[in-house]
Nanobody, 124 residues
Framework: QVQLVESGGGLVQAGGSLRLSCAASGRTFSSYAMGWFRQAPGKEREFVATIGWSGGGTYYADSVKGRFTISRDNAKNTVYLQMNSLKREDTDVYYC?????????????????WGQGTQVTVSS
């Protein structure tokens, strides 16, 4: 069993930056692929970014490419999402997810464990 706890969300002005963190429990974090997803009320959860077990194999949604960066520190059991040049349309609840097996995927159904989410609100 893996528990994921996100932090770092908040209110930021458009053009600003935030860094989300996701701390994972368990001793096998380094073997998991990790992903970030986001969801607005009444909408489906959508892919944001993913990273393979070793830190390679990063992939991004077109809407965040060039602005967001996913990274991980296996020694700290933590994955990060650096978000720069934030836009109002980035306002969502952001979720961290872990996938048993190190291959990163973009589909929500590929992930086995989910955090509770952290709210990101971008104001104009």
């Amino acid at each position: 069993q893996v528990q994921l706890v996100e932090s770092g969300g908040g209110l930021v002005q458009a053009g600003g930056s935030l860094r989300l963190s996701c701390a994972a429990s368990g001793r096998t974090f380094s073997s998991y692929a990790m992903g970030w997803f986001r969801q607005a009320p009444g909408k489906e959860r959508e892919f944001v970014a993913t990273i393979g077990w070793s830190g390679g194999g990063t992939y991004y949604a077109d809407s965040v490419k060039g602005r967001f960066t996913i990274s991980r520190d296996n020694a700290k059991n933590t994955v990060y999402l650096q978000m720069n040049s934030l836009k109002r349309e980035d306002t969502d609840v952001y979720y961290c997810a872990a996938r048993v097996g190190g291959t990163p995927y973009q589909s929500t159904y590929r992930y086995d464990y989910w955090g509770q989410g952290t709210q990101v609100t971008v104001s104009s």
